[in-house]
């Protein structure tokens, strides 16, 4: 017996001794044999968590996180590369939550350089629409709602329709990573295409299984846009119908809220009640109140999520620190004008066209008229397609309504039928209060998103809205270094393991071992936007590194022109064989 206990006792030792040397390897401690490829030394580093910045080391091996060091601990651990970023603050890779670079990432410049100069590694698409699944419904849609990726939507056809998009994207490649939500307005048109009424049950349940291949294709959730046709034909029930089928795959109900104006509070009481009815959690899009009758109302809509939150409810939202957003120039006509997408042939028949006049300029029934919120001075022409149009850009709609001795609802009418399609015209609106951004940034449950595209400043035609290029450094700088309206520990949460979380992303988002090597690194002192809204192509500063999956996308504060992202997934997602 005792000969057998220590023979048990050996093997023991042995098993641990193996286990502990394993250990070791793959956490690559100083004297180890197996090199990293970089170290970082000595960064303050704030792990996404929201605790205390401490001094550390950071070692990557690969596309992940190997070790991470009290400072100055992996000095002499065999490293490739070492890089010293003493006073710098070492972040995880901020996870924007609201991006617009599809076109980008289908077919485009992926490199998208103002995203990653300001620290952003993951991109989150589907507002509204994504072009896929795709069936000949969606792409005749797609040909009057993005034209751009009309052609390539036809590719994205069912089974698998999202996951063939998905993979297109990846296969094009890009410089963040990237994933999407299933646009609320697809799931639909797929069904009824641009048309306005309640779908039947069967209509219904032709949207549901939409919204669970894609789910299991990797979707975090359904976007609907209901501002917009044809999500503002969408009835309430409907969308929790959608919301209860995802909800067995962990998604997630986003929206772009039915208003941000006069019905601020009855469109946020209509997301908490699909959430609650579906069964799924609750995000706001760029969460705001727009013009200024409805600036009040900020307070009393932190209020409802508060309380929603305390009642047990999972339910939070987004922003961007600016004073105005941005949309089609065609957001100012009744959604109705556009059902069927017969907009540009309404805009024609002088009938069909005295009619919308007249219903911009009299209400009858609510829809959200951004000319009206921002007013015509607070509307800025941005973005043409036309070249006969360019001379618009930068302009006022009001100035360019004086100018051609119009009244603004004729300029802008006339302005939107030159050029062809729906969002022909990007439009700048200034309706947002500037002292209501302070109190939504410190809500623990707002996270940041840019609303924006990648842009290449070199080669750029129109203006943009700022948010493209600064969104991530003007928290940093404006409101934390500046204006301590948060901690930096905070303001890192929010941008990285906060996102993260809500999208049940579980490998990205913080500084930990075996998690992706997505990392930015930023100088405290000196992070800052540049962009403005009236010059907007301007490079953010004081971000001088920044990896994706352990390469280089930004070094010396130089886009590489790496492009290492990958494809992320909701956790829904079943891997298939398309």
């Not at 039915?258 to 969460?287: N, T």
């Not at 043409?384 to 300029?411: C, M, Q, Y």
């Not at 500046?482 to 992303?505: F, W, Y």
Request: a negative charge; glycine letters at 10%.
């Amino acid at each position: 017996m005792v000969k057998w206990l220590k023979n048990c006792f050996l093997l023991r030792t042995v098993a641990l001794t193996l286990s502990f040397a394993g250990a070791l390897n793959a956490y690559s401690p100083v004297g180890s044999e197996v090199p990293f490829d970089l170290v970082l030394l000595n960064g303050r580093i704030v792990d996404g968590t929201g605790n205390p910045w401490f001094l550390g080391d950071i070692g990557i091996r690969g596309n992940h996180i190997a070790r991470v060091a009290p400072g100055g601990m992996l000095r002499e651990a065999p490293a490739r590369e070492q890089l010293d970023v003493r006073g710098m603050v070492v972040a995880p890779g901020f996870i924007d939550i609201q991006s617009q670079s599809g076109v980008q990432f289908l077919k485009g410049d992926s490199r998208v350089i103002s995203k990653v100069t300001q620290g952003v590694t993951t991109e989150i698409l589907g507002e509204g629409w994504t072009p896929a699944p795709s069936n000949a419904l969606v792409a005749k849609a797609m040909l009057f709602l993005d034209p751009e990726v009309a052609e390539a939507s036809k590719e994205f056809t069912e089974p698998h329709g999202f996951a063939k998009w998905l993979g297109a994207m990846q296969r094009h490649g890009a410089s963040t990573n990237l994933g999407s939500f299933l646009g609320g307005a697809t799931a639909r048109i797929y069904v009824k295409g641009m048309t306005e009424g309640t779908a039947t049950e069967d209509e219904l349940e032709r949207m549901r299984a939409v919204v669970q291949s894609s789910m299991e294709d990797g979707a975090f959730g359904i976007a609907p846009s209901l501002m917009d046709p044809p999500e503002s034909f969408v009835t309430t029930d409907e969308l929790v119908a959608l919301a209860q089928a995802m909800a067995p795959y962990g998604g997630v109900y986003i929206s772009h809220i039915r208003s941000e104006g006069d019905r601020f509070l009855e469109g946020l009481d209509e997301a908490i009640e699909i959430g609650r009815r579906g069964g799924v959690p609750v995000e706001i899009y760029h969460f705001k109140g727009e013009g200024i009758r409805n600036w009040t109302k900020v307070a009393q809509a932190i209020d409802k999520i508060n309380a929603a939150r305390a009642a047990g409810q999972d339910v939070g939202a987004d922003m961007y620190p600016y004073t105005a957003g941005a949309t089609s120039l065609a957001a100012c006509l009744p959604p109705w004008a556009s059902a069927d997408q017969k907009l540009l042939d309404n805009l024609r028949n002088s009938q069909t066209r005295a009619r919308i006049r007249d219903e911009v300029l009299h209400q009858r029934t609510y829809w959200e008229n951004l000319c009206e919120l921002a007013t015509p001075q607070g509307s800025l022409i941005v973005g043409v397609h036309k070249p006969e149009n360019r001379k618009f850009v930068g302009r006022r709609l009001s100035e360019i309504a004086t100018e051609e001795k119009k009244d603004w609802v004729d300029a802008a009418m006339d302005l939107i039928l030159t050029e062809q399609q729906w969002d022909g015209v990007n439009c700048v609106f200034f309706h947002i209060n500037p002292e209501n951004l302070e109190p939504e940034i410190r809500q623990p449950w707002m996270k940041f998103g840019t609303d924006g595209e990648g842009v290449d400043p070199a080669t750029a035609r129109d203006m943009v809205h700022p948010r493209d290029y600064g969104t991530y450094p003007r928290i940093l700088g404006k409101y934390v270094r500046e204006e301590n309206v948060i901690p930096l520990e905070e303001a890192v949460r929010k941008m990285t393991s906060e996102v993260a979380n809500r999208l049940s992303i579980r490998d990205r988002g913080l500084l930990r071992e075996g998690m992706y090597a997505d990392i930015v690194v930023f100088d405290p002192q000196t992070v800052a936007d540049r962009a403005t809204y009236e010059e907007p192509h301007q490079l953010s500063v004081g971000v001088p590194y920044v990896l994706v999956n352990g390469v280089f996308v930004v070094r010396d504060g130089k886009h590489t022109g790496a492009k290492p992202g990958l494809i992320v997934r909701g956790p829904g997602y079943k891997k298939s064989s398309m």
